[in-house]
Nanobody
């Protein structure tokens, strides 16, 4: 499977963006995760969703602001980001790994398929 991340852009502090991660085929076979990397920082876990969408996990600073969801019929996973802050500025990546269970994974090294990233910039 190949992944295409989109939806990034420039937004003011307090604003919202919705990112999309579109898979080339059969996304229901894969756990999807979102990660981000700000300049000078390590890649950071943002959110993950299980194959059927029943389980979701979030990074600590994202809880209550970000929502991950998926529409397997559209081969797409979404990341709705609200109440954005300048510290959310980063390149956002989606990643996938196959799974036969309802598990989710917050460790980037569990994923073996990565999209190209989309830039999110939040101005103060």
């Amino acid at each position: 499977v190949q992944l295409q991340a989109s939806g990034g852009g420039l937004v003011q502090s307090g604003g919202s963006l919705r990112l999309s991660c579109t898979a080339s085929s059969r996304p229901s076979d894969y756990v999807i995760g979102w990660f981000r990397r700000a300049p000078g920082n390590e890649r950071e876990f943002v959110a993950t969703i299980s194959r059927a969408g029943r389980r979701k996990d979030y990074g600590v600073s994202m809880k209550g602001r970000f929502t991950i969801s998926r529409d397997n019929a559209k081969n797409t996973v979404y990341l709705q980001m609200n109440s954005l802050e300048p510290d959310d500025t980063a390149v956002y990546y989606c990643a996938a790994r196959s799974s036969v269970t309802g598990a989710t994974y917050s460790n980037q090294y569990e994923y073996n398929i990565w999209g190209q990233g989309t830039q999110v910039t939040v101005s103060s």
